[in-house]
């Protein structure tokens, strides 16, 4: 009768560590959730300034017609893109376009000096800064999440319980977090 | 081993020192009743108690009425409050702590609060003046690392709970100075917990400091991590390490709440303890910090520091 007790108690002991893991991958997974979700807030802002800013630029530079064209464009392909990677490739692309925006609104200073257009300018670089903070955070999340789903042994079990590898938001060359470790060493 | 990890293990240790401090606490009252009367013993734990209980409630004005930390309005320093803001973004927060302002010169922040959702932390105008915006936002990322890793829960609990241990010991001093009523068992009683008396404090400091040496390091590694900039973290240390000035209100039990010690220097606290005197400093030495950081970050820092403008000029203060 020994074994089927010792048997049992490897088998709880299975249990117990198999239950520990799982809820372990599904915080790691709310957490990149968490950290895409915090993300959107912020490309929701962004999304959400950017007409004001054309209107403003629009009152001084009517004719520049091309730059408010693609600026639109950016930010319209920008709210269509749903998965991580590819709203990462939209923010760039909406980022150049209101470089050039920014471009055109130098050949003008009334412009330049008006109240509205600083504050909209203030708060698109402040958002823009939230969006990398918000990235760094999201990224490590997802680096911590895929690394342990692709580990032994939940490599093995990861798909069929719905554990998918999640994808990075990416920005030109930000994409490593930089490996610091956390072990004191004085 | 990964922040979850650390931030578990952190509540244990947390744990450790709560039931080393309960213990602690009634040897001390054991002590009382031994050498004294049992009914001082359980009036001073009932004092105890109360005291506790009112300190974690009341942790935050406490903290904030020690510290001299006045709460910003909604319209101020809105470049500043946007830095908390982006760092406690990269830590991951569910809120933005709220900000705090102290007027003193001398460049230091701290963070407190039980919860991450209500907690705070204050910086001082000194440090506002001294610190370009990349190492404040350091600093500012260090602070929020205490709060995420739930060290200012701990330091919170152990800045009350050190104060329960000198009250109850001040207790039962007074009442040997005073000449309480002795019970019998002679001299050696008496002696033993005059010395217990004297040594709890000393104790429950100890306790207290040990707890915040390390996780001054894991919150630097924190604020690496969290910027992406492990060498912001070691030049904001490196300033504020060349900085003579250290904070006028620091009272010896908030201090292991700061990001550079502000008791270092003064040695009231440390007065007749000289040999013990590496135990009780509340943060590690800034060198041994910015030597882990320089390893983790791979770099080496300049020996002079850059004159780059300071932040309060940004924010329209200096």
């Known amino acids: 009768m020994l074994w089927l007790w010792v048997l049992l108690g490897v088998l709880a002991l299975l249990v ?58 950016a930010r319209a392909a920008l709210q ?107 | 081993m990964t922040l979850q990890q650390q931030i578990r293990a952190n509540r244990f240790r947390s744990t450790i020192v709560i039931l080393g ?25 009932a004092v105890a108690a109360i005291y506790g209980v009112f ?28 830095l908390v803001e982006n760092v406690s973004i990269g830590a991951g927060l569910p809120v933005t702590p709220e900000l705090r302002v102290v007027e003193d010169e001398a460049p230091n922040a701290f963070a407190a609060g039980l919860r991450p959702t209500s907690s705070y932390i204050g910086v001082t105008t000194g440090l506002l003046r001294a610190m370009p915006k990349r190492e404040l936002e350091a600093v500012l990322a260090h602070e929020v690392s205490h709060i995420r890793n739930r060290d200012t829960y701990l330091m919170t609990m152990a800045t009350v709970f050190a104060g329960v241990i000198a009250l109850v010991g001040d207790i039962g001093f007074r009442s040997i100075a005073y ?69 006028r209100y620091s009272n010896s039990s908030t201090a292991h709440l700061w990001v550079e010690s502000p008791t270092e220097r003064v040695d009231s606290l440390k007065t007749g303890v000289i040999e013990f005197s590496s135990f009780f400093n509340t943060h590690p030495p800034t060198r041994a910090r910015i030597a882990a950081l320089e390893e983790a970050g791979g770099f080496r820092l300049p020996d002079r520091l850059a004159l780059d403008a300071p932040f309060a000029v940004e924010l329209g203060l200096a």
């Open chain 1, 80 to 186: 269509q893109a749903s998965a991580p990677g590819a709203a990462g490739d939209a923010n760039d692309a909406l980022t150049a376009a209101l470089g050039r925006l920014f471009a055109v609104a130098e050949a003008y200073p009334e412009l330049k000096a008006s109240e509205n257009f600083l504050r909209l300018q203030e708060d698109l670089t402040d958002t823009e800064d939230k969006i990398s903070a918000a990235r760094r955070y999201y990224n490590s999340t997802v680096m911590h999440y895929n690394t342990a789903i692709q580990s032994i042994p939940w490599v093995l079990v990861a798909k069929p319980l719905g554990f998918r590898a999640k994808e990075f938001f990416s920005a030109a060359g930000d994409t490593a977090v930089p490996q610091v470790s956390l072990a004191p060493s004085a």
């Open chain 2, 21 to 45: 401090f309960v213990v602690l606490l009634l040897l001390l009252a054991g002590l009382i009743g031994l050498a004294l009367d049992t009914s001082l013993a359980i009036v001073a734990l």
């Open chain 1, 16 to 73: 117990v560590l198999a239950a520990f893991g799982y809820n372990r991958l599904v915080r790691l997974r709310n957490e990149a959730d968490t950290g895409w979700a915090n993300i959107d807030v912020q490309l929701q802002r962004r999304t959400d300034l950017i007409p004001n800013l054309v209107e403003a630029v629009r009152g001084y530079a009517a004719h520049e017609r091309a730059v408010f064209d693609e600026v639109t464009r």
């Open chain 2, 55 to 82: 300190g974690v409630v009341n942790s935050r004005r406490l903290i904030a009425g020690i510290t001299q930390a006045q709460a910003v309005g909604p319209d101020e320093l809105r470049p500043l409050r946007r």
């Open chain 2, 179 to 247: 000449g309480g009523r002795r019970r019998g068992g002679g001299a050696l009683v008496a002696i033993l917990a005059i010395v217990g008396l004297v040594l709890a404090p000393y104790a429950a400091l100890l306790l207290r400091m040990s707890l915040s040496r390390r996780r001054e390091f894991l919150a630097d590694a924190g604020a690496a991590e969290i910027l992406s900039d492990a060498e912001a973290m070691a030049l904001a240390l490196r300033r504020l390490e060349l900085d003579p000035t250290t904070v």
